[in-house]
């Protein structure tokens, strides 16, 4: 089994930044692409960023120039770094990870959301 477990969530003022890290951990043989989603209450859920095995980054237009999406593989492990939020930003942040396990199974999983909340 893979889980992965989210941290760095938090209450910002608006301009301020925070760090999201997102951690896979369990039968895991390698992690294709990474992506961070959020949802806000109301709302669906949106995609933020993505970041593939080579390193290729995508990012949702509302994020980009401010937002930073990158991956430390010897860590299975993804961050996201958030620059000049903004109170639009509040939204449940949710990680995934498409894997390829040790069982030669191939999926995505995804975290249990971590609560960003930016104050004007």
């Known amino acids: 089994q893979v889980q992965l477990v989210e941290s760095g969530g938090g209450l910002v003022q608006a301009g301020g930044s925070l760090r999201l890290s997102c951690a896979a951990s369990?039968?895991?043989?390698?992690?294709?692409?990474w992506g961070w989603y959020r949802q806000a209450p109301g709302k669906q859920r949106e995609l933020v960023a993505t970041?593939?095995?080579?390193?290729?980054?995508d990012y949702a237009d509302s994020v980009k120039g401010r937002f930073t999406i990158s991956r430390d593989n010897a860590k299975n492990t993804v961050y996201l770094q958030m620059n000049s939020l903004k109170p639009e930003d509040t939204a449940v942040y949710y990680c995934?990870?498409?894997?390829?396990?040790?069982?030669?199974?191939?999926?995505?999983?995804w975290g249990q959301g971590t609560q960003v909340t930016v104050s004007s």
């Open positions: 970041i593939t095995s080579g390193g290729t980054t």
């Open positions: 995934r990870a498409d894997i390829w396990e040790v069982s030669s199974d191939y999926a995505d999983y």
């Open positions: 369990g039968s895991i043989f390698s992690i294709n692409e």
